[in-house]
Structure formats: C-alpha cells, structure tokens
C-alpha cells in the first residue's frame, strides 16, 4: 500500500430531484460502493479515511445520500425505495456489472437490500451496524413512530440540541465514538460543517418512513437468508445505536457470514477504529 495517495475527485449524477455526489478514486480491480449512514453523515465524514486505502488497487465510488453532503439540494422524499434506486441507478451510471458494497447503519441496511434484491450486482459486502434489522416493544414503538411523524421531535429538537460546537461534541462522544480518538476534534469540526450545508441535524426521510404504526416498515430479517454473496458484519459492542445484539442475529441469518465485534467501539465504528476496519475491508474485499 505504498507510493502517492490515490487522487479523489467529485462528480454528479443528475436526477429528477437533484443532483447526486459521487466521491471517485483509484481504478482497476473490483469496483467497491461505500454507503454512508442517515441524518448527520455524508461520503467524506464516514469514508475519507478508507477511501485512499482501497484506491491502491480498485476503482472506489463513495456517494451522498439525497439531503446530504454534495447532494443538497434535493426536492423529494428519500425512503427506503427511493434509496435503493440510488445505488442501482450509481451502478448502472458507471456500467458497473458487479460491485463490493460496503455501508455503515442507513447505508449498511441499504447494502444488505441491495444484495436480497439484486444478488447478481452485488459480489461481497460488509455491513457495520446495521439499520434495517431491529424491532421495539410496542410502547417503544409507538413513541418512535409518533417521534418520526412530528417535526418537533425529528428536526426541531435536534437542531436546537446542535446548536452550539460544545453540543455537537457531546452527541459526538455519547452517541458515536463513546471512546478516545486522536481526531475526535477533526471528526467534531466535520460534524459542524455538514449541519451548516444541510441546515441542521434531524433524522433522515428513510429513518423516518422506515416506521410504521404498527411494525417497522423496512425489517430485512426475514429476508436475510436469501443473501448469496460473502457477507462481513462489524460491530462495536458499545454501539447504543444499533445494539450489538441485533447484529450478531442478523449475521446467524446470513449463510456464511463472518462477524467481528470490535470492543468499546461505539456506532461510528469506521471513525473510531479506522486503522482496524480498513484492514478488515481490505482484508474481505481481497
């Protein structure tokens, strides 16, 4: 993995709703498509340090959800359905016949999709903490629901909460990265930024169109079995967002699938232990 960094670029990829961002770098090789997590994330926040370490020797497209990053402004819903057309429509965009799909929490549910319902496009993936697998108890699961319908509770609130760099950094350490980091200040100031372009923090479309009333609307579980392809869960076991407990049932449903828990890490699992989770991607993508 020596020699000169790999040179990263930006593209777009128009769209009736706007414009999609697509981080490039590197080529040759299995083409990789890394998938960020919901709400305050994009491409660069959960991949600019795994990015470089797959571009030695693979082509590497790391895109922005709709409403974040280089992909605001975006006039539309962004569900679980209009997500999954965003990583067929990447790949299709770069003719791209099959590819690695790596994703974190939104990103992981939407890789795990991707693999039940286009098998053939997808040849390994690695989910980190991933959404899309979990149920509540139904008072829980009410109060998530109504917290999902009001603005006040989704959007309001949180913004009110990130206010201030000092308020970010608490989310930061509580609900992301419980551990110590060198750049948890770097990671701070990236956070900062991205509330800036988006125009605050708040749960994104697919977290909230993912509850229903009664049950989740988008619960991969039963369908998890049908995953063909070699299949990499990372969990941290102090992830608060995604319970390590979810994950580990998930991978027994996967045929095959290999699970590494990394210990005190919590759901920013990549930007926590980045020098661990690139050697393991690396690692399973090779």
């Known amino acids: 993995m020596s020699g000169p960094e790999p040179i990263v670029t930006h593209e777009w990829?128009?769209?009736p709703e706007?414009?999609?961002q697509v981080t490039r770098a590197g080529s040759g090789g299995h083409p990789v498509v890394l998938l960020s997590g919901a709400g305050v994330d994009n491409a660069h926040l959960s991949w600019a340090r795994l990015i470089p370490a797959l571009a030695v020797d693979r082509s590497v497209?790391?895109?922005d959800w709709p409403k974040q990053g280089g992909s605001i402004p975006w006039d539309g819903l962004a569900d679980h359905a209009r997500l999954q057309r965003v990583v067929i429509t990447l790949i299709d965009h770069y003719g791209l016949e099959q590819v690695d799909l790596v994703g974190l929490s939104q990103g992981a549910a939407l890789a795990l999709a991707t693999?039940?319902?286009h098998p053939q496009r997808v040849r390994r993936l690695v989910a980190m903490?991933?959404?899309g697998i979990i149920s509540f108890s139904p008072v829980v699961h009410q109060l998530l629901w109504l917290t999902a319908k009001l603005p006040l509770l989704n959007?309001?609130?949180p913004s009110l909460m990130f206010r201030t760099r000092a308020g970010v950094a608490r989310f930061v350490r509580s609900s992301l990265i419980p551990g110590p980091v060198e750049d948890v200040e770097e990671i701070v100031d990236e956070v900062v930024t991205e509330l800036a372009r988006a125009g605050g923090g708040g749960s994104s479309d697919w977290q909230n169109a993912?509850?229903?009333?009664w049950r989740m609307r988008v619960d991969l579980r039963?369908?998890?079995?049908?995953?063909?392809c070699p299949t990499l869960f990372i969990q941290g076991t102090a992830d608060i967002g995604v319970a390590p407990k979810h994950t580990r049932a998930a991978a027994a449903q996967v045929p095959g699938a290999r699970l590494e828990m990394i210990e005190g890490a919590g759901h920013w699992v990549n930007r926590q232990e980045p020098e661990r989770v690139k050697r393991l991607v690396r690692d399973f993508l090779s």
């Open 115 to 117: 693999a039940i319902d």
């Open 155 to 157: 959007a309001t609130l």
């Open 18 to 20: 706007g414009r999609l």
């Open 61 to 63: 497209y790391a895109v």
């Open 13 to 15: 990829i128009d769209q």
């Open 210 to 213: 993912s509850i229903g009333f």
């Open 129 to 131: 903490a991933p959404a």
């Open 222 to 228: 039963p369908r998890l079995h049908t995953i063909s």
